[in-house]
């Protein structure tokens, strides 16, 4: 199973410490392949370099031990009809999943509730440690 995270699930890990989120991303990159957009990469360093400058080099070794495959996000994406969000740097990861045939997306952010998608399965982190770890 391919799954990908958002930015504010390694942001949750890396700065404020979060051991449960932190444990179901070990879990995910031992039994599953984990993927990330350039969009989410690029955005969790620009976030915590702005915001929390002492994290950086937590979220940076965090990054560099990930196991991961990279989605590339376009920085103009295309015209499309697959879905309609509110917040462009949503549409961002949202497209780039898609793009990238990711199985699940796991996200704290509730813009991406009731989109109706087939695909990727849309889900709170407790809702996939339930599913998928439990």
């Given at each position: 199973m391919r799954v990908t995270v958002d930015s504010n699930i390694l942001i949750s890990i890396a700065v404020f410490g979060s051991k449960s989120l932190g444990k179901m991303l070990d879990c995910i990159c031992e039994r599953?392949?984990?993927v990330l957009s350039s969009y989410v990469v690029d955005e969790i360093t620009r976030v915590v370099k702005e915001k929390f400058p002492g994290?950086?080099?937590i979220m940076d070794n965090l990054l560099f031990k990930?196991?991961?495959e990279t989605e590339f996000t376009p920085r103009k994406l295309p015209k499309h009809d697959l879905f309609q969000i509110r917040d462009p740097s949503d549409e961002k990861v949202l497209?780039?999943?898609i793009t990238a045939d990711v199985d699940v997306l796991i996200t704290g952010?509730?813009?991406f509730n009731n989109l109706g998608l087939e695909?990727?399965?849309i889900l709170k982190p407790a809702d996939f440690i339930t599913k998928y770890l439990a």
């Open positions: 599953y392949t984990l994290k950086a080099a990930l196991p991961y497209y780039s999943a952010d509730n813009d695909r990727p399965e």
